[in-house]
């Protein structure tokens, strides 16, 4: 059992302290969706054949699809003032909440990172500009780490800049969202003026040669669905991650109203008017400048003025800040302290979270568009669809939202199942084991699968999320479990 049921981070947010309203919530959705990875998956559904608007299209709908287990894992948080893995604790136990809630955490390290490097990277280009050297090449990196040692100095000085703001805590987090939102919001309207009228206006802009020449190589006519199905997981599974974790902010929202009225209004106008803004900036590089840019950073740092290419880093820096912190540090930060709560905080859940994401080398993870979409996007979304499937069947139907908050902080109360752990969720989360075979040959490339088994992972978080759920409650009404309510 854990050797603390919680500890002042983990405890449940008195009402005295619930403030965040539905600006808060719509500033953190601009603020983490206005980030290169967003710019780069509409980008990514271009190159794969899609027409601009058929991008656009798939990213909206990915984005309302998601949005729905979002707002419903977040009641959970408004409720009770709860965050994710103590919300965990019904389904799992207060021991077994560690698996999913580990697992939620390792996803989160890799996209911290995923975005660090990309922060330092920004970083790096703006330090070229402003003080007049030559960026490196392949040539100049040090050996093992592959990073030239400007680029790795200023990785780690956007890495201290992440972990400043976590030292600081939530209340600081919150402050930055604020800030950050208006600003990024600028910018990408700015990055989309440039790219219509240095390409000569929309028509030009959206041309078939200009689709032509970012698709490349492929050929003939292009087989819609082939692509939208998995494009479409990828959508979803980019915020399949926060749609676990949501209660870790909910938790501090004044009402139901807000945290819905906040994020229904941001999260899929944002990410669709950004994927739109990297979708114009794209086709304009290839007007402008005569090859396809997939990089925000690259793009900038092709224009004639200095100022302005500094300007743009640092909001581009901003942007990244933004997102790392609220979407990859808050959860592995609890999740951690989860695990060990008498020794871990809020505060050094972060630091292990940074810590985490130098020694994964991420660089090397963020290399090509159609990994990054259909192999890491997909992959980790079918891990994180079972747990969600559990999470909604336990809260929404055995338990009808009814929590004993008091028996959540139990080791030894009506959560406690077997030796602190719910066999039953555990095995329910093998319903990600059906998308298994099909990652697997997408990962390698060398494996060969039958097209049903390609076709559950190509829709991974749907299936492990409805298979994970189906069995979760076949396996808890066999066996005549009681929900326990407060």
């Given at each position: 059992?854990?050797?603390s049921?919680?500890?002042a ?6 009402p ?14 601009v ?49 009770y003032?709860?965050p ?9 136990g ?9 697992m939620?955490a ?11 490097w ?27 780490l592959?990073l030239?040692?400007g ?17 600081y805590?939530?209340g600081?987090?919150?402050r ?26 929309f ?30 997981t990828?959508?979803?599974?980019f ?16 009402s ?5 009225i ?14 739109f ?8 590089s ?8 997939w990089?925000?950073?690259l ?10 290419i500094?300007?743009a ?8 800040l ?11 930060a ?22 985490i ?10 290399t090509?568009?159609?990994n ?19 999470m909604?069947?336990d ?11 008091d028996?959540l902080?139990?080791?030894d ?13 555990v095995?329910?989360?093998l319903g ?14 060398w ?10 992972y190509?829709?991974?978080?749907f ?7 189906i069995?979760?409650?076949?396996l ?8 326990s309510?407060?």
């Amino acid at each position: 059992m854990p050797d603390s049921p919680a500890n002042a981070d983990l405890a449940p947010v008195p009402p005295a302290h619930r403030t965040w309203r539905a600006r808060h919530f719509a500033g953190l959705w601009v603020g983490m969706a206005v980030c290169i990875p967003t710019y780069t998956l509409a980008s990514g559904l271009l190159a794969q054949g899609m027409r601009w608007d058929q991008a656009l299209w798939t990213i909206l709908l990915g984005n309302l699809i998601v949005l729905i287990p979002l707002s419903l894992n977040a009641h959970a948080g408004a409720r009770y003032g709860i965050p994710f893995p103590v919300l965990l604790r019904a389904s799992f136990g207060p021991l077994g909440a560690n698996l999913p809630a580990l697992m939620r955490a390792l996803v989160a390290c890799g996209w911290f990172g995923i975005q660090t490097w990309i922060g330092g990277a920004a970083l790096y280009t703006m330090c070229a500009v402003v003080f007049g050297f030559t960026p490196a090449t392949s040539a100049d990196a040090l050996p093992v780490l592959g990073l030239s040692p400007g680029q790795f100095a200023c990785f780690l000085v956007f890495w201290a800049m992440n972990m400043a703001v976590v030292w600081y805590g939530i209340g600081a987090i919150k402050r930055l969202e604020v800030l950050a939102a208006p600003l990024l919001l600028l910018m990408g309207l700015g990055l989309l003026a440039w790219s219509v009228t240095a390409s000569g206006g929309f028509a030009v802009l959206f041309a078939e040669a200009t689709f032509a020449e970012i698709r490349g190589s492929a050929d003939g006519p292009v087989d819609f669905g082939a692509i939208f199905w998995p494009g479409l997981t990828a959508v979803v599974g980019f915020w399949a991650t926060l749609s676990l974790n949501i209660p870790d902010f909910t938790r501090y929202a004044r009402s139901q109203r807000d945290h819905l009225i906040g994020q229904a209004v941001a999260l899929p106008t944002t990410m669709t008017l950004f994927a739109f803004i990297g979708i114009a900036a794209t086709c304009a590089s290839v007007v402008v400048f005569g090859e396809v840019i997939w990089d925000p950073v690259l793009l900038v740092s092709r224009f004639d003025a200095p100022i302005v290419i500094a300007l743009a880093l640092a909001l581009i820096v901003l942007a990244t800040l933004s997102t790392n912190i609220a979407a990859n540090v808050v959860s592995p930060a609890n999740d951690f302290t989860h695990v060990w709560p008498k020794k871990l905080s809020f505060r050094r859940g972060g630091l292990l979270t940074g810590v985490i994401g130098i020694g994964i080398f991420p660089w090397r993870l963020y290399t090509d568009l159609s990994n990054y979409i259909f192999t890491w996007l997909i992959g980790y979304s079918t891990l994180l669809g079972s747990i969600a499937g559990i999470m909604l069947i336990d809260y929404y139907v055995i338990r009808r939202t009814r929590l004993d908050l008091d028996g959540l902080y139990q080791t030894d109360g009506p959560y406690t199942y077997r030796n602190g752990v719910n066999s039953r969720a555990v095995l329910a989360l093998l319903g990600c084991l059906p998308a298994l075979p099909g990652f697997l040959a997408q990962a390698t490339g060398w494996i060969d699968v039958p097209d049903l088994l390609d076709a559950l992972y190509i829709h991974g978080w749907f299936v492990s999320l409805a298979v994970s759920g189906i069995a979760y409650l076949f396996l808890m009404r066999s066996h005549r479990l009681t929900p326990s309510y407060g």
